[in-house]
């Protein structure tokens, strides 16, 4: 009897010292979301790893004023694309958890942090996008470069989103700075701006708008512009031949996470081979691992005139750039 009771009490002991690992793992995860095509990206991340995910859409820089507001209290697992600048800021205000992914290996060192604290899942640009219907209605051509959206004709036709709150738009801001040199950048901007009515405060809101017909020119992420045209809208879109601002969309897990496991869990997955591919599928930004086939209109994005870009750089700027900004064009 006694050796009965031994092997029960074993067997009892066994299913609850089952590894936290793998329980944590199986449990679902929460996540915060700035990125196309997440849907059947993430049916396919649980069908593969059969750990379910709640998300929440939200531009990288609300989510970064939300950690703020919470002290850096984590309001979810992990982090989803979004703007690069925002994943620096809470690295440094250690709102994030260092994770080295074995997939890691596979990348570059450009496109994730040395220490652990996000990595780089794909790459996405800045692109002009028309509405032909109202172009033509007010006899004004599509722009071409930035410089054509200063043109007096333009005069409330051009829309575009804050870089306070759309990572996708401070990727423009920064990028333009960078090439351009502050004091060319900063006129520039001041230019555009004369034709600009507002800044809205979500990234894919001036592509919309646009797409309606409630304006002839939207300043627009490359992924959102051939979102709305698989929707059946007709639209017209150039690469700025001035040069054409980029980002990384990254992944990172939020320090004090209720299910770090699965957090890792995902990073792991999307910087795999089969999470790489599966942002081919669903997504028009590019993946960033080698070796991944690319849709036509997204491997002509990648071989545009990419400005050139210190990500690293711009992340640390933002705080700066973004009083400045605030400084001159905030009234809108």
Same mark, same amino acid.
């Given at each position: 009897?006694?050796?009965?009771?031994?092997?029960?009490?074993?067997?009892?002991?066994?299913?609850?010292?089952?590894?936290?690992?793998?329980?944590?793992?199986?449990?679902?995860?929460?996540?915060?979301?700035?990125?196309?095509?997440?849907?059947?990206?993430?049916?396919?991340?649980?069908?593969?790893?059969?750990?379910?995910?709640?998300?929440?859409?939200?531009?990288?820089?609300?989510?970064?004023?939300?950690?703020?507001?919470?002290?850096?209290?984590?309001?979810?697992?992990?982090?989803?694309?979004?703007?690069?600048?925002?994943?620096?800021?809470?690295?440094?205000?250690?709102?994030?958890?260092?994770?080295?992914?074995?997939?890691?290996?596979?990348?570059?060192?450009?496109?994730?942090?040395?220490?652990?604290?996000?990595?780089?899942?794909?790459?996405?640009?800045?692109?002009?996008?028309?509405?032909?219907?109202?172009?033509?209605?007010?006899?004004?051509?599509?722009?071409?470069?930035?410089?054509?959206?200063?043109?007096?004709?333009?005069?409330?036709?051009?829309?575009?989103?804050?870089?306070?709150?759309?990572?996708?738009?401070?990727?423009?801001?920064?990028?333009?700075?960078?090439?351009?040199?502050? *004091?060319? %950048?900063? $006129?520039? @901007?001041?230019?555009?701006?004369?034709?600009? !009515?507002?800044?809205?405060?979500?990234?894919? /809101? +001036?592509?919309?708008?646009?797409?309606?017909?409630?304006?002839?020119?939207?300043?627009?992420?490359?992924?959102?512009?051939?979102?709305?045209?698989?929707?059946?809208?007709?639209?017209?879109?150039?690469?700025?031949?001035?040069?054409?601002?980029?980002?990384?969309?990254?992944?990172?897990?939020?320090?004090?996470?209720?299910?770090?496991?699965?957090?890792?869990?995902?990073?792991?997955?999307?910087?795999? *081979?089969? %999470?790489? $591919?599966? @942002?081919?599928?669903?997504?028009?930004?590019? !993946?960033?691992?080698?070796?991944?086939?690319? /849709? +036509?209109?997204?491997?002509?994005?990648?071989?545009?005139?990419?400005?050139?870009?210190?990500?690293?750089?711009?992340?640390?700027?933002?705080?700066?750039?973004?009083?400045?900004?605030?400084?001159?064009?905030?009234?809108?």
């Amino acid at each position: 009897m006694n050796l009965f009771k031994r092997v029960i009490a074993g067997i009892v002991m066994f299913f609850f010292l089952i590894p936290s690992v793998w329980a944590a793992e199986k449990q679902g995860i929460s996540i915060f979301i700035a990125y196309t095509g997440i849907k059947p990206i993430l049916e396919t991340f649980t069908q593969d790893t059969g750990i379910k995910v709640d998300y929440l859409e939200m531009s990288s820089g609300e989510v970064l004023t939300r950690i703020r507001a919470a002290k850096g209290k984590a309001q979810a697992d992990a982090w989803f694309g979004g703007g690069l600048d925002s994943f620096v800021a809470a690295a440094e205000e250690g709102f994030l958890e260092a994770y080295v992914s074995p997939e890691r290996e596979a990348y570059d060192p450009m496109f994730y942090n040395e220490e652990g604290f996000w990595s780089g899942i794909s790459l996405g640009s800045v692109v002009l996008m028309g509405n032909p219907e109202v172009l033509a209605a007010k006899k004004l051509m599509m722009p071409e470069s930035w410089e054509d959206l200063t043109l007096p004709v333009l005069k409330n036709e051009v829309l575009m989103s804050t870089p306070a709150v759309s990572g996708t738009f401070y990727s423009m801001v920064s990028s333009i700075l960078q090439t351009m040199g502050d *004091e060319k %950048g900063w $006129e520039l @901007l001041e230019r555009i701006d004369a034709n600009v !009515p507002y800044y809205s405060k979500r990234g894919a /809101e +001036p592509a919309n708008k646009v797409s309606i017909g409630e304006a002839g020119v939207a300043v627009a992420p490359f992924d959102t512009v051939l979102r709305l045209r698989q929707e059946g809208h007709k639209l017209e879109m150039t690469f700025p031949k001035d040069g054409v601002p980029w980002y990384i969309a990254p992944v990172a897990v939020f320090k004090g996470a209720q299910n770090p496991e699965g957090a890792k869990a995902l990073v792991d997955w999307v910087l795999s *081979e089969r %999470g790489q $591919e599966t @942002l081919a599928k669903c997504t028009t930004q590019a !993946p960033i691992r080698p070796g991944i086939t690319l /849709e +036509p209109e997204v491997q002509a994005m990648r071989d545009s005139n990419l400005m050139k870009l210190d990500v690293v750089k711009a992340g640390h700027a933002r705080k700066e750039i973004l009083e400045l900004w605030q400084e001159k064009f905030g009234h809108k």
